[in-house]
Protein backbone atom coordinates (compact mmCIF):
# COMPACT_ATOMS: atom_id res chain seq x y z
CA UNK A 1 0.00 0.00 0.00
CA UNK A 2 2.97 2.74 0.87
CA UNK A 3 4.27 2.12 -2.49
CA UNK A 4 1.32 2.67 -4.46
CA UNK A 5 1.42 5.94 -2.32
CA UNK A 6 4.92 5.81 -3.01
CA UNK A 7 4.47 5.71 -6.90
CA UNK A 8 1.52 8.20 -7.17
CA UNK A 9 4.06 11.17 -5.45
CA UNK A 10 6.85 10.30 -7.90
CA UNK A 11 4.47 10.60 -10.63
CA UNK A 12 3.09 14.03 -9.78
CA UNK A 13 6.89 15.12 -8.19
CA UNK A 14 8.25 13.71 -12.01
CA UNK A 15 5.60 15.72 -13.60
CA UNK A 16 6.34 19.23 -11.52
CA UNK A 17 10.31 18.46 -13.02
CA UNK A 18 9.47 17.60 -16.41
CA UNK A 19 7.62 20.89 -16.59
CA UNK A 20 9.93 23.14 -14.94
CA UNK A 21 12.45 22.01 -18.00
CA UNK A 22 10.02 22.33 -20.72
CA UNK A 23 8.78 25.76 -19.68
CA UNK A 24 12.51 26.85 -19.98
CA UNK A 25 12.36 25.78 -23.29
CA UNK A 26 10.50 28.09 -24.91
CA UNK A 27 8.20 25.89 -27.14
CA UNK A 28 5.03 26.87 -29.17
CA UNK A 29 3.40 23.52 -27.92
CA UNK A 30 3.27 22.81 -32.08
CA UNK A 31 6.19 20.45 -31.24
CA UNK A 32 4.41 16.78 -31.47
CA UNK A 33 7.31 15.03 -29.87
CA UNK A 34 8.32 17.32 -27.04
CA UNK A 35 4.71 18.45 -26.47
CA UNK A 36 3.05 14.68 -26.13
CA UNK A 37 5.87 14.09 -23.51
CA UNK A 38 4.55 17.09 -21.11
CA UNK A 39 1.05 15.64 -22.25
CA UNK A 40 2.19 12.02 -21.25
CA UNK A 41 3.59 13.45 -17.93
CA UNK A 42 0.38 15.44 -17.10
CA UNK A 43 -1.62 12.41 -18.02
CA UNK A 44 0.07 10.12 -15.07
CA UNK A 45 -0.43 12.86 -12.91
CA UNK A 46 -3.58 13.04 -13.13
CA UNK A 47 -4.38 9.73 -12.88
CA UNK A 48 -2.66 9.90 -9.58
CA UNK A 49 -4.24 12.82 -8.28
CA UNK A 50 -7.36 11.09 -8.49
CA UNK A 51 -8.33 9.77 -5.47
CA UNK A 52 -5.28 10.34 -3.77
CA UNK A 53 -6.51 11.66 -0.33
CA UNK A 54 -8.41 8.28 -0.05
CA UNK A 55 -5.65 6.60 -0.86
CA UNK A 56 -3.44 7.96 1.69
CA UNK A 57 -6.37 7.89 4.03
CA UNK A 58 -6.31 3.88 3.85
CA UNK A 59 -2.50 4.35 4.83
CA UNK A 60 -3.69 6.00 8.34
CA UNK A 61 -5.65 3.52 8.81
CA UNK A 62 -3.83 0.37 8.27
CA UNK A 63 -0.70 2.19 10.15
CA UNK A 64 -3.16 3.16 13.11
CA UNK A 65 -1.51 6.54 12.81
CA UNK A 66 -2.92 8.67 16.46
CA UNK A 67 -3.90 11.03 16.93
CA UNK A 68 -6.21 10.08 13.90
CA UNK A 69 -8.23 12.88 13.75
CA UNK A 70 -5.46 15.37 13.39
CA UNK A 71 -4.25 13.10 10.21
CA UNK A 72 -7.94 13.06 8.79
CA UNK A 73 -7.68 16.91 9.36
CA UNK A 74 -4.57 17.40 7.22
CA UNK A 75 -6.31 14.64 4.82
CA UNK A 76 -8.98 17.05 3.60
CA UNK A 77 -6.37 19.75 2.70
CA UNK A 78 -4.36 17.08 0.82
CA UNK A 79 -8.15 16.05 -0.92
CA UNK A 80 -8.87 19.45 -2.05
CA UNK A 81 -5.46 20.38 -2.67
CA UNK A 82 -5.46 17.31 -4.88
CA UNK A 83 -8.97 18.36 -6.76
CA UNK A 84 -7.92 21.67 -7.16
CA UNK A 85 -4.52 20.59 -8.88
CA UNK A 86 -6.52 17.84 -10.84
CA UNK A 87 -9.01 20.29 -12.30
CA UNK A 88 -6.09 22.35 -13.17
CA UNK A 89 -4.17 19.96 -14.69
CA UNK A 90 -7.44 18.56 -16.36
CA UNK A 91 -7.64 22.10 -17.79
CA UNK A 92 -4.18 22.14 -19.30
CA UNK A 93 -4.74 18.49 -21.19
CA UNK A 94 -7.77 20.23 -22.88
CA UNK A 95 -5.80 22.26 -24.44
CA UNK A 96 -4.76 21.26 -28.02
CA UNK A 97 -1.19 22.82 -27.79
CA UNK A 98 0.61 22.99 -24.72
CA UNK A 99 3.07 25.39 -24.84
CA UNK A 100 6.34 26.18 -22.44
CA UNK A 101 4.26 29.48 -21.47
CA UNK A 102 1.42 27.49 -20.39
CA UNK A 103 3.59 25.28 -18.46
CA UNK A 104 5.14 27.66 -17.12
CA UNK A 105 1.35 29.14 -15.61
CA UNK A 106 0.79 25.51 -14.44
CA UNK A 107 3.52 25.94 -12.34
CA UNK A 108 3.51 28.81 -10.71
CA UNK A 109 -0.45 27.40 -9.83
CA UNK A 110 -1.09 27.48 -5.99
CA UNK A 111 -2.90 24.57 -5.98
CA UNK A 112 -0.01 22.29 -7.31
CA UNK A 113 2.88 23.72 -5.02
CA UNK A 114 0.34 23.47 -2.39
CA UNK A 115 0.01 19.96 -3.12
CA UNK A 116 3.86 19.15 -3.27
CA UNK A 117 4.68 20.65 -0.40
CA UNK A 118 1.41 18.50 1.71
CA UNK A 119 2.86 15.63 -0.61
CA UNK A 120 6.70 16.49 1.15
CA UNK A 121 5.15 17.05 4.57
CA UNK A 122 3.17 13.57 4.80
CA UNK A 123 6.03 11.58 2.96
CA UNK A 124 8.63 12.62 6.21
CA UNK A 125 5.78 11.97 8.55
CA UNK A 126 5.00 8.34 7.18
CA UNK A 127 9.05 7.65 6.39
CA UNK A 128 9.01 8.96 10.16
CA UNK A 129 6.41 6.41 11.35
CA UNK A 130 7.86 3.34 9.39
CA UNK A 131 11.50 3.86 10.64
CA UNK A 132 10.04 4.02 14.58
CA UNK A 133 8.15 0.77 13.83
CA UNK A 134 11.26 -0.58 12.27
CA UNK A 135 14.60 1.25 12.88
CA UNK A 136 16.27 -1.23 10.56
CA UNK A 137 14.76 0.43 7.51
CA UNK A 138 15.45 3.16 6.28
CA UNK A 139 14.00 5.80 3.52
Request: glycine content about 6%; proline content about 2%; aromatic content about 6%.
Amino acid sequence: MLAAIEDRCDAIEECYEFMLGYAGKGFSGEDSGESSEVRRHLQEAARSLNGLAPALGDVVEKQRLEPESKYRAFLAIIDRDARDSLAVVELVLAQQVISSQLIDNLNASIHLRALLTDLFLIDEILCAHIKQQDPLLTS
